[in-house]
């Protein structure tokens, strides 16, 4: 089954601090995509990477930054030098390949991430 | 580009009372979805619409009807609404299709669901 765990409930940093959000997943499936959205207080969804399981390499995008491991089966995300505007919940999500399409994805429980100044 | 919209943004309703929750989006789509969201437990999915004509069953379905009125429209019904149904509720499209799972969504405002 698939399933995809966010341990940290909430993370509390100081701004300029990097910060870490956890996301490990489970699933049967070879073929499989892995997404993250933010949510920020005013409550819409954003989306910010999706990532397919053939490709490891870690991805950089401004103060982003992605780090995608089989091995381990996590796909975790780094904000370096955390900022104010970056206070939000974080969700990462799993779609499998071949669950008869239609982006079934699975989410995680979130992580709330607050950035005091 | 007003990508998906959702009506309305907040509702209380009364145990039993009916409501239908409206959902469109403008960027040609054919899969859209319906989500609740409950504190710490993320997203979960209610119903889901492939392409115009079809709907199917989510994660968390009972208690709700959906109806994909055209490509651009999902609705999605609460008959006899319960406590256990407040909620905060998204609407969300992609351009999956049936060989396509790797499309992101794209997610309307939401509607805070109260139900007393």
């Known amino acids: 089954a698939q399933k995809v765990t966010q341990a940290q409930t909430e993370i509390s940093v100081v701004e300029k601090e990097d910060v870490t959000l956890d996301c490990v997943y489970e699933?049967?499936?070879?073929?499989?995509?892995l997404f993250w959205y933010k949510q920020p207080p005013s409550g819409e969804l954003v989306f910010l990477i999706r990532r397919n399981s053939f490709d490891e390499q870690n991805e950089i995008s401004g103060r982003y930054s992605w780090n995608f491991q089989k091995s381990t089966s996590s796909f975790n995300f780094t904000i370096t030098a955390s900022q104010v505007v970056d206070s939000a919940v974080y969700f990462c999500a799993l779609s499998e390949a071949f669950s008869g399409g239609y982006n079934k994805l699975i989410f995680g429980a979130g992580t709330r991430l607050a950035v005091h100044p | 580009n007003a990508g998906v919209t959702q009506t309305p943004k907040f509702q209380v309703l009364k145990t039993g009372q009916s409501m239908t929750l409206q959902c469109a989006q403008d960027m040609n789509h054919n899969s859209m979805y319906w989500y609740r969201q409950d504190p710490g437990m993320g997203l979960r999915l209610i119903y889901y619409?492939?392409?115009?004509?079809?709907?199917d069953k989510g994660e968390v379905p009972n208690g709700y009807n959906v109806s994909r009125l055209n490509k651009r429209e999902f609705s999605l019904r609460l008959e006899s609404a319960a406590p256990s149904q407040t909620s905060v509720y998204f609407c969300a499209s992609s351009e999956a299709g049936r060989r396509q799972t790797n499309s992101p969504l794209h997610f309307g405002n939401g509607t805070r669901l109260t139900v007393t």
């Open positions: 619409s492939a392409s115009e004509g079809t709907t």
């Open positions: 699933t049967r499936d070879t073929t499989y995509y």
